[in-house]
């Protein structure tokens, strides 16, 4: 079955809409883009998008490429004291001559959105009340969709990133998978992927997880999002593994749309914590 990530984040969309509609004021998401990488902005576009149509205040901050570490760091220092703003963004990734985990760790936890801030990740880990990173998050209520049981099963999760790899982990290992991590270095990675009962692949390589890495009856995620001759491609090769799989995610149209939705939700939550 394939798992349909628009339909399922269009419904949180209207759940959000409907809470959002309620609030005294309007929540605020400020978004900063460095840069002109094609895909950021596409991705901030969809946040844009998104905030206004779901009555959210939003500014996106539009920088130049050689904009100094110090006025980046200036304007979120503005953003953590701006009372329409409750949520912050920096859409990564950032120019080299700028630290990303110096402007992360500058972020107020109670305004990090995306769940990239130290302490949200260390009370993640700890299982403690955290803001969770955006895609992760969306990650397993697709698996929750599915019916399926989380607890025992086998999980294998392909790359190690802070963004996808290492939250989706933890985020598995907390609901009592047993989860392996793989990543580049791993050795003879099919042995690891068959005996996936869900099988997360956030790896940045077109259809690299093909039909004889699979268990049979496994959940498959395909985090990835290739852009090959303007078309998008997932980590998973899709055609082949849709029929070995019980449950498979598409790209477009499977772990994308709820990546913003989460954002959304992670929004309202940090104009709870603010707003109280
Ligand atoms: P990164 O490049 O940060 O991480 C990729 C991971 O894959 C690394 O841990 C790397 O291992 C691992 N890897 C690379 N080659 C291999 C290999 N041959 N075998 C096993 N593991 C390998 O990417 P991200 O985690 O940020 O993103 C992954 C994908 O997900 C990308 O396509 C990205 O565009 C997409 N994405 C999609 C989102 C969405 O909303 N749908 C949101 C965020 C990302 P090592 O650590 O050893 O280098």
Avoid: W
């Amino acid at each position: 079955m394939i798992i349909n990530g628009k339909e399922i984040a269009e419904k949180i969309r209207q759940e959000i809409k409907a809470k959002a509609d309620k609030l005294k004021k309007k929540p605020g998401l400020a978004v900063i883009l460095v840069g002109d990488d094609p895909a950021s902005q596409v991705y901030v576009r969809g946040k844009e998008k998104t905030c206004n149509e779901l009555g959210f205040y939003s500014e996106i901050h539009r920088l130049d490429q050689n904009i100094s570490e110090d006025e980046l760091l200036n304007l979120v220092k503005g953003l953590n004291n701006n009372d329409k703003i409750h949520g912050i963004l920096v859409q990564l990734p950032l120019p080299k001559h700028i630290d990303k985990n110096k402007v992360i760790s500058l972020i107020k936890p109670i305004k990090d959105v995306d769940g990239l801030h130290p302490l949200n990740i260390g009370n993640l880990f700890t299982g403690h009340k955290a803001i969770i990173p955006c895609t992760p998050k969306g990650i397993v209520k697709l698996i929750e969709s599915t019916g399926e049981e989380i607890q025992g099963r086998n999980a294998v999760v392909v790359g190690r990133s802070n963004l996808v790899g290492k939250p989706v982990s933890v985020l598995l290992l907390n609901r009592n998978a047993t989860v392996t991590i793989c990543h580049s270095r791993t050795q003879d990675l099919k042995k690891h992927t068959q005996q996936a009962d869900i099988l997360v692949a956030a790896v940045g390589k077109p259809e690299f997880i093909t039909a004889d890495m699979i268990k049979q009856g496994a959940i498959v995620i395909d985090v990835g999002i290739n852009r090959i001759d303007g078309k998008l491609i997932g980590d998973v090769d899709f055609e082949n593994v849709k029929d070995k799989c019980s449950f498979i995610t598409p790209v477009p149209g499977g772990v994308g749309p709820m990546t913003i939705a989460m954002l959304m939700e992670n929004t309202i939550e940090c104009y709870e914590m603010i707003e109280k």
